[in-house]
């Protein structure tokens, strides 16, 4: 079975502080896929980022980094500079391919960002 | 505008009424899927579909609960007899391929 654990439920910052998002996932698959989603207000879930389970190379995507790290099954997600627009819930999710065709997702219960100003 | 989308986007209901929420997944994607999330929790798979065969059921979804995607195209979820537990965001996503999926901005369902 698959799971993904986000051990903080909820984190406060003020505007500018760096911000490390922890997620930790169990699997036996030994491929799998990982991702990042953002949950604002509204509901809707925007994806942010997939990494695969054979690139463990990091990622930067503007404020937004992304440390892989399979020893420690491990793929924690940075915001650099944090800001209010920022605050939000965010999700990190696992899958792998289950039947030929299913991918589902499995989430953690999510992270509550709050930026203040 | 070609994302998916999902209707009603709220629905109030009394225990016991049936509710059925409908998902129009992106055109061509074969794959959709339906989560809940429940206040406080993650996304939860409920069930899984290419084109219109339903190939997975979570044992979330119990017999109160139907999911049909008559010739592959939209999804229909239907719970009966509903009860407060249900109360949740219902989620649908569809997918081209692997790994990818889209999803809509959810039916907030409330029991009361």
């Known amino acids: 079975a698959q799971k993904v654990t986000q051990a903080q439920t909820e984190i406060s910052v003020v505007e500018k502080e760096d911000v490390t998002l922890d997620c930790v996932y169990e699997t036996r698959d030994t491929t799998y896929y990982l991702f990042w989603y953002k949950q604002p207000p509204s509901g809707e879930l925007v994806f942010l980022i997939r990494r695969n389970s054979f690139d463990e190379q990091n990622e930067i995507s503007g404020r937004y980094s992304w440390n892989f790290q399979k020893s420690t099954s491990s793929f924690n997600f940075t915001i650099t500079a944090s800001q209010v627009v920022d605050s939000a819930v965010y999700f990190c999710?696992?899958?792998?391919?289950?039947?030929?065709?299913?991918?589902?997702?499995?989430f953690g219960k999510g992270t509550l960002l709050t930026v203040n100003p | 505008d070609t994302g998916v989308s999902q209707d009603p986007r709220h629905k109030i209901t009394k225990r016991g009424q049936n509710v059925t929420f409908r998902c129009d997944p992106i055109?061509?994607?074969?794959?959709l899927y339906w989560y809940r999330q429940t206040l406080g929790q993650g996304p939860e798979f409920l069930t899984y579909?290419?084109?219109?065969?339903?190939?997975?059921k979570s044992r979330l979804l119990s017999d109160r609960f139907s999911a049909e995607r008559p010739k592959g195209s939209f999804s229909t979820l239907e719970i009966q007899r509903t009860e407060q537990g249900d109360s949740a965001m219902y989620l649908c996503?569809?997918?081209?391929?692997?790994?990818?999926?889209?999803f809509g901005p959810g039916t907030r369902l409330t029991v009361t």
């Open positions: 579909f290419q084109n219109e065969a339903q190939l997975e």
């Open positions: 996503a569809s997918s081209p391929q692997g790994w990818e999926q889209y």
């Open positions: 999710a696992l899958s792998a391919e289950v039947g030929g065709s299913n991918y589902k997702l499995t």
């Open positions: 055109s061509e994607h074969n794959r």
